[in-house]
């Protein structure tokens, strides 16, 4: 089935069936009707006619336009409930290699999916659960999605699907309640690939009042960060059991992600299902800004974060798993795995109050004995850090004190002696350029050992003596003057210049800043 439509300014013809073969297109318009056939004279208003009978290759194009109740597709059910709100497809049949069912954009046309008007019953300011998921790709392999504006929705990939694109989306104001949440939520899934998607502001719906109440989240309040992710990932390791339903491999390229809570909030413990050059999760060329943090609760392994702009947000926290014992009082398998071979290269923080605090890393135990084997360690290479603000100074600091490099936590693996840290020991700091007010002399770490009171910050120099890790070409900055480093911050042209400190390394920096400049 092959159809065309025009192009109003030009009048050039746009092909509006791209399928091939056998396989079909379909329509879906804010005008339509479920009553009539899905042609492009005469579209469907919503799924339901076709979501149980899609084959590999078919499309399912959406026209341009803000869509209504006539739009209410299936009802999803998701970690054991079944929502009382519609989506507008619980996606349940599977593509082919080669052969995906997309649902995309017509050519030149913005479907706006807003939840509130499919589900009119939803109030927007309750406190009830209203509606979460757009597309809901449930049990189902090989499915695109593209080219729409998702408002108070989500897209959620789980029980174990395999081989979806998520592109060219904006997904953006979900406020909900329910667990594990996030714009884009991978639910035991396989081979995900997120591509120059724009995701932001997602919050928990309710929060405290100050007096044993709820109220309504109008504030956009950070309340439960570490549950509202734009990007969330999760893992059976973490829920199941070590090598049950896990996760990944996922691409994470090209997004435009801000202003949510927590950017992204990774619990792909173990890690191991892996794309041909080892990783399980690859982020390349993403924008990450706005309020809110990179990342909590990083529960993530075989990562590396490549040539991302991090701008005016803050850092990691609680990156890798706090250790845990089991019955037998030995050390939970899940410290062996979480956070190994986890690699920053290539990557810019422009602007953070602080970096990573590190819960714990992946580690092979023997006889007490803590691996620095190369995938056990923490590995960060080429990267520009400007911390903004006053730089934390060595000796006593705050509890919650920011202006750091690298921290360990007290709520996660226990140092016994202050001479001695099982994570910050396993750093390992290559040709990076740190800058600060304070240049060399900031406190690089922040130490805290079983049972003190206290905690303590470290100069680069001091740190590397007393905890032994790597810091081979790293350099330092008091400059933290943007506009003495890079080209035009403004435009967000963070070409390095010659004549920045940060200059001295040659493969320092963004590898390739031409994917954020305006």
Partial sequence: MTSSGGDSETGDVI??????????????APDGDDNDDGSIEAPFASTNPIIDI??????????GG??????????????GNTSGHYSVANIRRSGSEGSPITFTAFPGELPVLDLYSINPACDPTSLDPCADDAFHVNQADHIRIRGFEIVHGSIVVSRNSRYTWIEDNHIHDLYTDRSNNGLIVLHFAQSVYMRDNHLHDTYSRSIPDGDDGWVFNDSKDHFDAQHNGCITTLSGDQYVGYGKESSGPFEITGNDIHDCPVHLFFKNVQGHIVDEEGMNIWL???????????AQNMNASNVVFENNLFEASDGISQMGTGERYDENDDLSILNEISARNVEFRNNLFSSTRSGITI????????????????????????????????????????????GYIFSNSYGGM???DPSI????????????????DAGEDMAFVKHWFNESETITGYNYADAKALFGFNGDGDIFSSNTDIADHFVDPATTDYTLLGDSPCAALPNVGLSDPSAFAE
């Fill in 359 to 402: 819960w714990g890393l992946g580690f092979s135990l023997a006889e007490g004995v803590f691996s620095k084997d190369p995938e056990d360690l923490f590995k960060f290479y080429d990267n520009i850090i400007v911390i903004e603000g006053d730089a934390a100074l060595p000796g006593e600091l705050g509890w919650n004190q920011k």
């Fill in 284 to 294: 390349k060329d993403n924008h990450f800004h706005g309020a809110g943090r990179l």
């Fill in 421 to 436: 840290s099982k994570t910050l020991s396993r750093i390992d700091s290559q040709d990076n350029c740190y800058v600060s």
């Fill in 414 to 416: 226990i140092d016994t």
């Fill in 54 to 63: 899609l084959e590999p290759g078919d499309y399912v194009y959406f026209r």
């Fill in 15 to 28: 092909p509006s069936c791209e399928a091939s073969g056998d396989a079909r297109c379909f329509y879906i």
């Fill in 66 to 79: 803000e869509y209504g109740e006539a739009a209410q597709g299936q009802k999803v059910s998701y970690l």
